[in-house]
C-alpha cells in the first residue's frame, strides 16, 4: 500500500511543512537520497512542543512531541517530493531529546517517530537505522528535534 493511502487510512494530519529559520535547505536530494534537516515538533495550528522531559514533560509527552515531528519531517518530504510515495524506505533517523541530566530513556522518546514512519512506510521500508540521543536544550526549547535520510525515487 502507498504511504499516501496510508496517511489516508491512518486518518493523520500532516502540519504544513515548516520554513527555514536559519540558513539552511529543509532537503537536500543527493541523487536518489533525501537528506532532511533536523525538525521539531510543529503541531497543525503552527505552535511548538516545548519543554524538557524528566521536568516539564514525562516519557509519554516526549513520545507524542516525536511522533508530532515525524509528522512535520512527512509534511516536509510531501512539500519536496510532490508525494510521499516517492519515499522507497528510511534509512537513518537521529532524534535529540530536550531533557535532564538524569534522564536515560531517549529511545522510547524517538520512538514516537520510528512508529510512526513504520505506520506509513511499512515495516519493510519504515525502519531504518537510529540515533536517540539527549541534549542539554535545543532551540527554542523544543522537546525534540529529528533529522532523517530516506531513499527516494
Not at 533525501?34 to 519543554?51: E, N, R
Not at 509519554?60 to 524506505?89: C, Y
Not at 533517523?93 to 514512519?117: K, Q, W, Y
Request: charged fraction near 20%; include cysteine.
Amino acid at each position: 500500500m502507498s504511504p499516501e493511502t496510508r496517511l489516508k487510512e491512518l486518518n493523520l494530519e500532516l502540519p504544513t511543512a515548516p520554513k527555514p529559520v536559519a540558513v539552511y535547505k529543509p532537503v537536500v536530494l543527493a541523487g536518489s537520497i533525501a537528506y532532511v534537516s533536523g525538525h521539531g515538533p510543529i503541531k497543525s495550528d503552527k505552535s511548538l512542543i516545548t519543554g524538557r522531559v524528566g521536568a516539564d514533560l514525562n516519557v509519554e509527552a516526549g513520545k507524542a512531541a516525536a511522533r508530532q515531528t515525524g509528522l512535520a519531517i512527512l509534511a516536509t518530504l510531501r512539500s519536496h517530493l510532490g508525494t510521499l510515495d516517492r519515499v522507497v524506505r528510511v534509512i537513518k533517523v537521529l532524534g535529540m531529546v530536550n531533557c535532564t541530566p538524569e534522564f536515560r530513556d531517549h529511545p522510547a522518546v524517538i520512538n514516537g517517530c520510528s512508529e510512526l514512519f513504520v505506520e506509513v512506510f511499512g515495516n519493510e521500508n519504515g525502519i531504518g537505522a537510529r540515533s536517540a540521543v539527549g541534549m542539554g536544550s535545543l532551540p527554542g526549547n523544543i522537546a525534540v528535534e529529528i533529522e532523517g535520510i530516506f531513499e527516494v525515487r
